[in-house]
């Protein structure tokens, strides 16, 4: 009877000695993810000298400014960053704004890209709309 009681305590410790192993293993690896944010723009407009204006977040959720020409495609990865990192983007018209014609005529295309370890980047937010507009802002949280 006493073997019985000591076999099964010993099968009891080991059982909760592993469940618990395994439990921070998941959690240690949920910890260690890392993210790549890449953000894209496309822009057409017919005025040639025209300049887009971007602000992101960047990996320590500061703001970084760029200024491009329009009708450039431009890409910009960020990274490593973790998870419930909020990604934002926000493009805006620049250049001179006393000429009708680049007023009227711009088109924008923005999207937010991720990677997880090392993956393929995935689509998680865009705004390909093709009205004509000034601006555009897009946020994206990693949240998987």
Not at 23 to 39: A, F, G, L, P, R
Not at 89 to 116: A, E
Not at 132 to 141: A, E, K, P, W
Request: charged share 20%; aromatic share 14%; hydrophobic share 35%.
């Amino acid at each position: 009877m006493q073997k019985t009681i000591y076999t099964f305590l010993t099968i009891l410790f080991i059982s909760l000695s592993l469940f618990s192993c395994e439990k921070e293993e998941i959690n240690s690896k949920t910890d260690s993810d890392k993210y790549y944010v890449k953000y894209v723009v496309e822009s057409s407009t017919g005025y040639p000298q025209g300049l887009l204006n971007f602000v992101i977040t960047t990996g320590n959720q500061q703001s970084k400014n760029y200024v491009i020409a329009a009708r450039s495609p431009w890409e910009h990865i960020i990274g490593p960053v973790n998870k419930e990192f909020n990604s934002t983007i926000f493009v805006t018209k620049g250049g001179p704004s006393n000429t009708r014609y680049w007023d009227t005529i711009l088109k924008l295309q923005v999207q937010i890209f991720v990677s997880k370890n090392g993956s393929p980047y995935v689509l998680k937010k865009s705004n390909n709309s093709v009205i004509l507009r000034d601006s555009v802002q897009l946020d994206f949280t990693i949240d998987y």
